[in-house]
């Protein structure tokens, strides 16, 4: 009896223990591989020497530095702007109107499209020779579509950030949508026989039930934004690139020379990702219970 009660009790366990075994020893194999690298201990080009120079060179190279600027900025600026306008249409959707149904699913539509499809459609949307710049051209507004404002490989993030938009706007709002419903209009009723009027409801009402969804989401979303290199590779400037873009193109070099390099700057972004994490989550835990 008891070891059937035991293996009941481990039952659920074992059933996900392949998953998360798999997970775990891919994820954490590849940190100790690339932190052994980091460190020098790099066998396949002779190098066994453990040394700190490799976290030297990045932390002492202003490039490095601009990189990780324009890192954080992008991430912060995606994560703040998505967070305001999810919060913004969720209001509007959770309202009952003609179309309501249609567009909330067009609101919810862009969550399977993957980033990569999302920048291609940005390309061909804001390029000089996109379509809005033909649109403005054709309307008259501008001389030539080369008199189109700039918004693809330029300093701004431009393109970068209306791709984090159209992604992440919908993946935060789906979450807000939900809790909107779910608590109803009960609350807000009660605050305007008290005499509140819209921005008091909203802040002193609506704003502490959705915060902890909006903050637990915000923070996945910076947290991708923030280690992601596809999407400045593909839309951002060549100079300054974030240091995720400058990691990976150090690592694609033919140079192995480069790779403890790359590795070193990885994990440098590892452990800024996870302290900013942890100084946000304590933020959001101090703003929910305040």
Do not use: C
Request: charged fraction near 10%.
């Amino acid at each position: 009896m008891r070891w059937l009660t035991l293996m009941e009790k481990l039952r659920s366990p074992l059933m996900v223990l392949p998953a998360v075994g798999t997970i775990l020893i891919l994820f954490f194999g590849g940190l100790i591989v690339g932190l052994q690298q980091s460190l020098g201990y790099f066998p396949a080009i002779g190098s066994y020497d453990v040394t700190l120079g490799y976290y030297q060179d990045v932390l002492s190279d202003p490039i490095s530095f601009e990189s990780l600027w324009q890192t954080f900025r992008l991430a912060l600026l995606s994560t703040v702007m998505s967070s305001v306008l999810a919060i913004a249409l969720a209001l509007v959707l959770r309202d009952t109107f003609k179309g309501s149904r249609f567009f909330t699913f067009m609101f919810q539509l862009s969550i399977p499209i993957p980033h990569l499809v999302a920048a291609a459609g940005i390309v061909l949307l804001v390029t000089q020779s996109g379509l809005l710049a033909r649109g403005a051209y054709a309307l008259g507004l501008i001389a030539a579509p080369r008199d189109f404002p700039v918004m693809v490989f330029d300093r701004a993030g431009i393109a970068i950030q209306l791709t984090y938009l159209w992604k992440e706007v919908p993946f935060i709002g789906v979450v807000v949508l939900a809790v909107l419903q779910g608590i109803g209009p009960q609350y807000e009723e009660i605050a305007r026989t008290l005499g509140a009027n819209a921005w008091q409801r909203f802040r002193y009402v609506l704003l502490p039930l959705i915060m902890p969804g909006v903050l637990s989401t915000s923070i996945i979303v910076f947290a991708y934004v923030f280690s992601s290199y596809e999407i400045p590779l593909l839309l951002g400037a060549r100079f300054p690139t974030t240091l995720p873009v400058l990691a990976f193109q150090n690592y694609q070099d033919p140079d192995l020379a480069l790779r403890p390099q790359a590795m070193a700057m990885s994990i440098i972004l590892t452990v800024i990702a996870i302290v900013l994490l942890i100084a946000y989550k304590r933020l959001a835990k101090y703003t929910v219970n305040r």
